[in-house]
């Protein structure tokens, strides 16, 4: 069946320095990706999405990458900030309206002072 | 912050008592989808509305139902509660003309007990 999976269930990096937090699906028909940040308390916060048409994504210190080959994605997050704390969770829409998102189980990133 | 409004913010029921979780969508967006998320989990997908219809429906029982209003507005409800169904109840809208990304409330976090 369809699932989104993360690599690692917690990440700690330097307040400066990038962090890199990865994803792999297992369903080929997914066609749309998001990735969404979520801080305690609060809702998912849209980041970045990425359609299957393209490899690579940019936005204001993030960065997407997808790799259709292997079904990963990855997200960049550039001169990591204390802000950034929070658990990131990656979300598959294979649907044609995308309807069902299907999301891994989230990867926490702690940032050291 | 998203424009996704929801209420309440906070729930306790008892089991076997039914409760209505209320959403406001994005301005804009015409389609409502509801999550829950067990603690520690991503969400989970329960379904879509979409034009007053259900357009979409995850891995949950017929206890779970919803509504859309034609100002698409949304409410869950969800009846004869039961342990399990503690969580945080998200909603969240998005345009399906554009078929892009979900923008997602605040939740509302509901104690059975």
């Known amino acids: 069946g369809e699932s989104v999976g993360l690599h690692l269930p917690t990440l700690s990096v330097q307040e400066g320095d990038n962090s890199i937090i990865n994803c792999a699906y297992s369903?080929?028909?997914?066609?749309?990706f998001i990735w969404y940040k979520q801080e305690s308390g609060k809702g998912p916060q849209f980041i970045i999405d990425i359609r299957s048409n393209m490899d690579k994504r940019q936005g204001q210190r993030v960065t997407v990458l997808l790799n259709k080959t292997v079904k990963h994605l990855s997200l960049q997050i550039a001169a990591t900030q204390p802000g950034d704390s929070a658990v990131y969770f990656c979300?598959?829409?294979?649907?044609?309206?995308?309807?069902?998102?299907?999301f891994g189980p989230g990867t926490r990133l702690s940032v050291l002072p | 912050e998203t424009g996704v409004t929801q209420s309440p913010t906070h729930l306790i029921k008892t089991r076997g008592q039914q409760v209505t979780l209320r959403c406001s969508s994005q301005s804009g967006h015409n389609t409502v989808s509801w999550y829950q998320q067990a603690l520690g989990q991503g969400p989970q997908f329960i379904f879509q509305?979409?034009?007053?219809?259900?357009?979409g429906r995850g891995n949950f029982p017929p206890r779970f139902s919803g509504l859309q209003f034609p100002n698409y507005s949304s409410e869950l409800n969800v009846n004869a509660l039961e342990l399990d169904d503690s969580a945080l109840y998200l909603c969240?809208?998005?345009?399906?003309?554009?078929?892009?990304?979900?923008?997602f409330g605040p939740g509302t976090r509901l104690l059975v007990l």
């Open positions: 509305y979409y034009r007053e219809e259900e357009n």
């Open positions: 369903n080929s028909a997914s066609d749309y």
């Open positions: 969240a809208s998005s345009s399906r003309a554009e078929r892009g990304a979900q923008y």
């Open positions: 979300a598959e829409s294979g649907d044609n309206y995308g309807q069902n998102f299907v």
